[in-house]
């Protein structure tokens, strides 16, 4: 009786204990991930793991050791790598960061949101972590609210978006570097102990040497279908830094966020900071699986017009570059319309009358139409094209000056640049600086002037040529220069935001000379981004591919054009795999050529751009392991796919494994974009067989020699 009165009071207590506990924790879910934390009993926030709904990875003491702090800050006891780093207004260059509560809300089915008050005890300086999960898309969205209640400025030092901790044997990190011309580069390396930081220092359109996206690989290198992977992307166009930290217990720290390199910020009293959001997302089944989440999250939340595809324009950048007038770009239209476009899109060149833009020497800031090259205008133009059954869309270049222009001969003070420095010009130009009111003012007001007097414009691409390497502002004070480049962010991100509400009917495209600004905190605002200016086929199946990671197909301006001399079949396959686009000059295609880009044209708007743009994509070879690049895209409810395979290399022809289909379902095999009164040599073509046997033998291409392609269609029959 003793006995078992003892067993019940200490199971009453073991219940007591797991209840307190779990009042102590906090869960942050999606369909297949949890990022568990709890309070310790010193009141400070603990991760106690992020990854599978089923496993934490960390220790579950009560109070577990300071290494373990989810949102870790320096100056008080803490040895690694911070997340905060803040001097207060009496000097204290420490902060300690206490729980005061939390609340999470459910914003829709789909997302949830959890804030995460803390407090320094000794100040009024708050801290709110904030984590929005979308659950089917596997993502968590994390971003942090620093609020200074001090009677001085507080100054941040480091702001990280989030710090996860991560647990696991060993790290492969795979980055996407690259320069002008070969944008998002793949590599992976394990990571050994120590910090290896991945960042920008350049300011703005900041992803010209490396995108601010990677993928983290748990217990060996990243694989397709299979494997622990985390994916994150840092929305944000600016400085960005990734610091991945792997200590001594083994655990790896990725602090993520703007890069506190000469970016200190001053708080005044009563302001917050809210740094960008970090996304995150995790899989078991691999990277594969990783790009999907990202995809369908910035279908639904992340980009413009998610599930509508994209028009096919054409592009006269790199036709004529400068080199045009009125009546060359009207006979342009006719071309346009022939090949099946559903809209010309006018680049560089079409403004500035003084310092008239006929090179890229002269006219950045001058946003009125050249009347000596465009008479009538922009309306006429675009009424043009309109009459030809057309839409008509046009290139800016909003946040830049020539020294060459009115507006720098009005304003020299506008740009961005510092006192007794020559100024550092590239490609001839200089940065508007975006901190000081009357340039935002004016960067609305060009944008506004150019759209509003005329509607015919459809279509904006939003170009920027340079970043900055002499951060100085002549409008903020001395002990402010530090704030310039994060508010330029802030104040760019608003004006597109302006754009995006007061423009809903302009499709825009996000362009930085090439893929210099391919983020999630721009892309909100734009439907496509241009890649690079590399356009050479080969070139851009690395180029796509890398970019593919994190950014859905419709987001990925893809243009056929003549760089490289590659096949045109070639070239179309490549870009009919994105946002299909070209930029060829009609008049100097033969009558054949024309036609294949016709019929090219029309196979992807009537069949094909359903299930590239909005379907699931599986990368099936790798084009930096094999002589060749596949890739498959499947409808979601996997009713159809298309196989896309180019050839790199000259290599005997292998079997190809299809993915993501439905196992039971019957496909009608069908090559297609074949070459006018040519028959397919794909032994399959025209049988159907079932997904299970697709996906299990695979199909045998027919490439063989270096830039064959082949592009597949799957039809499911019921
Ligand atoms: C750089 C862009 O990437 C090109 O496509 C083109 O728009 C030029 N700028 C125009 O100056």
């Known amino acids: 009786m003793v006995a078992t009165f003892g067993l019940l009071l200490l199971f009453g207590l073991i219940l007591q204990a797991v209840a307190a506990d779990d009042a102590r924790r906090i869960r942050i879910a999606t369909a297949h991930s949890a990022l568990t934390l709890l309070v310790g009993e010193d009141g400070r926030v ?27 800050q320096a100056g008080d006891g803490f040895v690694l790598e911070p997340a905060l780093q803040a001097t207060h207004a009496d000097g204290n260059v420490s902060t300690d960061l206490i ?13 949830s949101l959890t804030r995460i008050e803390l407090k320094d005890p000794a100040y009024q300086f708050f801290v709110t972590l904030c984590l929005k999960a979308y659950a089917s898309e596997d993502v968590i969205e994390q971003w942090t609210e620093i609020r200074n209640g001090e009677n001085g ?4 030092d480091r702001f990280a978006s989030s710090a996860p901790l991560l647990h696991a044997k060993e790290y492969w990190l795979t980055q996407f570097q690259g320069d002008y011309r070969r944008e998002a580069t793949l590599s992976e390396e394990k990571l050994t102990p120590g910090t290896k930081v991945l960042d920008s220092k350049i300011g703005t359109r900041a992803t010209r040497y490396r995108i601010p996206s990677f993928i983290l690989s748990l217990n060996g290198p990243a694989q397709e279908d299979s494997g622990e992977v985390f994916g994150g992307s840092l929305a944000w166009p600016g400085s960005f830094q990734m610091a991945f930290d792997v200590d001594w217990n083994n655990h790896l720290r990725a602090l993520c966020g703007i890069n506190p390199f000469g970016e200190e910020y001053h708080l005044k009293p009563g302001e917050t900071f809210t740094t960008p959001a970090m996304l995150w997302t995790w899989s078991n089944e691999g990277k594969g699986q990783v790009s999907r989440n990202f995809h369908r999250w910035a279908r639904s939340y992340g980009i413009r017009d998610g599930d509508t595809p994209r028009p096919v324009l054409l592009n006269n950048w790199e036709a004529t570059e400068f080199n045009f007038n009125e009546k060359i770009i009207v006979s342009l239209f006719d071309g346009a319309k022939e090949l099946g476009a559903d809209l010309f899109l006018l680049d560089d060149g079409w403004f500035g009358n003084a310092h008239a833009r006929t090179n ?6 001058d946003w009125q139409v050249n009347t000596n090259r465009l008479p009538h205008g922009l309306s006429y133009l675009a ?16 946040e830049m000056v020539d020294p060459a222009s009115d507006l720098y001969e009005l304003h020299p003070e506008w740009a961005i640049g510092q006192p007794h420095r020559a100024p550092d010009l590239f490609r001839n130009q200089l940065g508007l600086d975006l901190s000081r009111p009357a340039v935002r003012d004016f960067v609305w007001q060009s944008i506004d002037d150019t759209l509003k007097p005329n509607p015919g414009i459809t279509y904006l691409k939003w170009d920027a040529n340079r970043y900055v390497t002499q951060p100085g502002s002549t409008y ?5 220069q530090s704030h310039l480049l994060v508010d330029y962010n802030f104040a760019l991100l608003n004006i597109m935001s302006q754009l995006a509400k007061n423009y809903p009917q302009v499709t825009a495209m996000l362009c930085s000379g090439g893929g210099g600004r391919v983020d999630y905190g721009a892309l909100k605002y734009f439907h496509t981004f241009w890649p690079s200016d590399n356009t050479d086929p080969r070139d851009r199946v690395f180029i796509q591919w890398g970019f593919s990671h994190f950014f859905p197909a419709i987001t990925m301006s893809d243009h056929v054009t003549k760089m490289g001399n590659r096949p045109l079949k070639f070239a179309l396959d490549v870009a009919m795999s994105g946002t299909l686009g070209m930029d060829l000059d009609v008049s100097k295609l033969s009558a054949d050529e024309r036609a294949t880009v016709a019929a090219g044209i029309a196979l992807y708007k009537n069949e094909l751009c ?16 094999h002589p060749r690049a596949a890739l498959d895209f499947v409808a979601s409810d996997g009713s159809r796919a298309v196989l896309f395979v180019y050839q790199l290399q000259d290599a005997a022809n292998k079997t190809v494994k299809l993915r993501g289909l439905d196992p039971q379902m019957r496909y009608r095999i069908d090559e297609v974009n074949l070459p006018a009164g040519e028959k397919s040599k794909l032994a399959a073509n025209g049988q159907t067989i079932d997904g299970a046997t697709l996906m299990r033998d695979g199909l045998v291409p027919p490439c063989q020699k270096e830039f064959e392609s082949s592009v597949i269609e799957l039809a499911g029959e019921k």
Do not use: C
């Not at 729980?99 to 997302?111: D, E, G, P």
């Not at 400025?153 to 941040?156: E, F, G, R, S």
């Open 153 to 156: 400025a507080v100054t941040l």
């Open 360 to 365: 890229d020497a002269a006219g950045l800031g």
């Open 46 to 72: 603990y991760e106690l793991g992020y990854g599978s709904v089923n496993k934490n990875g960390f220790s579950h003491e009560r109070t577990p050791a300071r290494e373990q702090e989810f949102y870790p």
């Open 476 to 480: 903020l004070p001395a002990g402010e």
């Open 383 to 398: 009424a043009q094209a309109n009459q030809r059954g057309i839409r008509f869309g046009i290139w800016l270049e909003p």
């Open 610 to 625: 359903d299930m590239t743009l909005r379907g699931n994509l599986y990368r099936l070879e790798s084009p930096y392991d």
């Open 99 to 111: 729980y005061l509560r939390h609340k999470a809300q459910v914003v829709t089915t789909n997302i």
